[in-house]
Structures are given as C-alpha cells and as structure tokens.
C-alpha cells in the first residue's frame, strides 16, 4: 500500500513509536511483553502539515505514504509511544 488507503479507524487503530524511528499505523493488540500490530503500515511519508497527530486524528492525507508491512509484533520495552487513532 502505498499513499493513503488507510480505513476507517476502529478502538484499536493506533500509531506505535518504535525505537530505531519505525512508526506504524495499524490494529494494536497486546500480550504480556508483545505489542502485535496487525493490518500494519509503516508510515514513510508523514504528508501532514500539522504532525503525526493530524493523521490519528484525520487519517492519512492525500501525500501521506503508507508501506504495508502485514503482522508487527515488537517487545514492549521497544514501544516508546502509541497514540490512539480517531479518524
């Protein structure tokens, strides 16, 4: 997926910043010491004019690029951030 064809958001949309600067976009389910990112996109192009939270709040924009990357899980100690999507 490249641009935005994000859906429409759902209670566990969120973005998940992961140390080494990846920042994903997708379905957050957690386990005891996992964060699995499900339907996940890294998100190369922020294409915003107001942030990262311009898309949890609106979605993606039209000059945002999303590289679809399927299932992420990461330890949790790797998540720095998770900001929940409400567009």
């Known amino acids: 997926m490249s641009k935005s064809n ?13 140390t080494s600067g990846w920042v994903v976009l997708g379905e957050v389910v957690k386990s005891d010491t996992v964060t699995r990112i499900e339907d996940a996109s890294v998100i190369r192009v922020w294409g915003t004019t107001a ?7 609106k979605g993606p924009t ?7 990357a399927g299932v992420v899980e990461v330890k949790d100690h ?10």
Request: hydrophobic share 50%; with cysteine.
């Open 78 to 87: 790797a998540v720095i951030m998770a900001i929940d999507c409400t567009y």
């Open 51 to 57: 942030g990262i939270g311009e898309i949890a709040i």
């Open 6 to 18: 994000a859906k429409k958001s759902t209670p566990n949309t969120k973005i998940v910043v992961i």
């Open 62 to 68: 039209p000059a945002t690029v999303l590289d679809y």
